[in-house]
């Protein structure tokens, strides 16, 4: 049990105390309802009067305000990009609208609400908060009369801090340090809403969700060759186990005119953001100039070369380039979050290509057109007409000779 002490003015500063920075991209498979929260009934000195349960909240996270993440896109947006760049979202607990009339059953009180992070968070205990944490600043509680008389409870944090492993498996040293964007894992995020209803101290009633925080890019593509044709360049490469890499969303190309400029100009309808593919990854732009990796190396969406190709797809072939220029190209593979793998560049020259009439005519492919003519010699004038007649004539009596001799031999057997 928790004094009521505990739940006025130093809630506020426990839970600041205890925050650490906790969002960031990864996929969320977030639940309408919270799950596996406890629940009973209570009321003012014990008696029975409150008749809330974990059904009867919901708990959704939010990119656009009013706008909760479905299943899909919690799962496309937290990811390693949405982390590094700290993107803003919210958490939005409310009543289902059919609980709205319990509100009658909690007297009024000096109770508390609280949302916190961590497993097994259901029935926090000051000795438990190494466990789990709250929002900074006190920004994750709230009296429950307040809550109640407004239905909902809205918490501006951002990508980064929700992205936070605050329960990480212990190192040989058996100390667990919490992870955050570049921890490069896939782990689950639990958000749990505690609700204080008679202000006694203990929470009654608790109601959870949670995330899949995705930071694990795919492995790269190997057995990667460029090889150089007209105009082009042909990018073949070894699927990957998709046993293995089960988020496999695809592949992608990237390349750039000699290392450094972009290959296709970007889309002057779109503000200039895009070039004629778009990217089926997402990256932070802040963290490519922070380390210097711009163009194919830092995976910038401008350099993309390739539509989204299928899990199954091992080749592509690059067209519209300039023979007799080097590229710098390199195949990605993307997982369903969005995250990249790390490009591994590699170089090649489009070259032009002989037809076979080319070689025929040219035995110096350096000197089209200077091998000699050959057995076939072309008429240099139109025959006339009378000469065409005569020729057909002649072939004509000559088939007729030919015929009549054939009956006289006959005859003579």
């Given amino acids: 049990m928790m004094s009521r002490a505990w739940l006025r003015a130093p809630v506020v500063a426990a839970f600041a105390v205890v925050a650490v920075a906790l969002l960031a991209p990864g996929r969320a498979q977030a639940q309408l309802l919270g799950t596996g929260g406890t629940g009973t009934t209570t009321g003012a000195g014990g008696s029975s009067g409150t008749t809330f349960g974990p059904s009867d909240f919901f708990i959704g996270v939010q990119q656009v305000p009013g706008v909760n993440l479905t299943i899909l896109d919690a799962g ?36 508390t609400m609280a949302v916190v992070l961590g497993t097994n968070c259901n029935n926090i205990l000051v000795s438990e908060l190494g466990n789990c944490t709250g929002f900074p600043n006190g ?38 340090v919490p992870i955050g964007c570049d921890s490069n894992q896939q782990f689950p995020q639990t958000i749990t809403a505690l609700f204080d209803f008679d202000g006694d101290g203990t929470f009654e009633v608790s109601a959870s969700t949670s995330l899949n925080i995705d930071l694990l890019p795919p492995t790269a ?62 990256t932070c732009p802040a963290t490519q100039a922070a380390s210097g990796l711009l163009g194919v190396e830092g995976l910038d969406p401008t350099f993309v070369c390739s539509p989204l190709l299928s899990a199954d797809t091992t080749s592509y072939r690059v067209r519209i380039l300039q023979n007799d220029i080097t590229y710098a190209a390199a195949v990605v593979a993307v997982d369903n979050s969005g995250n990249a793998s790390a490009p591994i560049v590699g170089y090649g020259t489009p070259i032009k290509t002989l037809s076979f009439y080319e070689v025929y005519r040219n035995e110096n492919p350096q000197d089209a057109g200077g091998a000699s003519g050959g057995f076939c010699a072309l008429a240099t004038s139109r025959p006339r007409l009378t ?27």
Wanted: charge should be positive.
């Fill in 76 to 111: 496309r947006f937290f990811n390693k990009a949405h982390c590094e760049c700290s993107t803003p979202v919210q958490i939005f607990v409310a009543l289902q609208p059919t609980s709205v009339s319990k509100r009658l059953t909690v007297p009024a009180n000096n109770g």
């Fill in 139 to 176: 920004t994750g509680t709230e009296k429950v009369t307040t809550f109640l008389n407004n239905t909902s409870f809205t918490i501006m944090t951002d990508a980064r801090f929700l992205s936070t492993d605050i329960n990480p498996t212990p190192g040989v040293d058996g100390s667990a």
């Fill in 221 to 282: 593509p190997t057995g990667v060759t460029i090889q150089g044709g007209d105009e082009a360049l042909s990018m073949n490469w070894q699927a990957l186990d998709t046993s293995v890499v089960n988020d496999l969303l695809g592949y992608q190309i990237l390349c750039s005119r000699a290392d450094q400029y972009q290959v296709f100009k970007e889309s002057g309808t779109d503000g200039g953001a895009t070039g004629p593919f778009n990217a089926g990854f997402l």
């Fill in 387 to 413: 000469s065409t007649l005569g020729a057909l004539l002649a072939f004509g009596i000559g088939g007729i000779g030919v015929a009549v001799a054939r009956r006289r031999r006959r005859g003579r057997r």
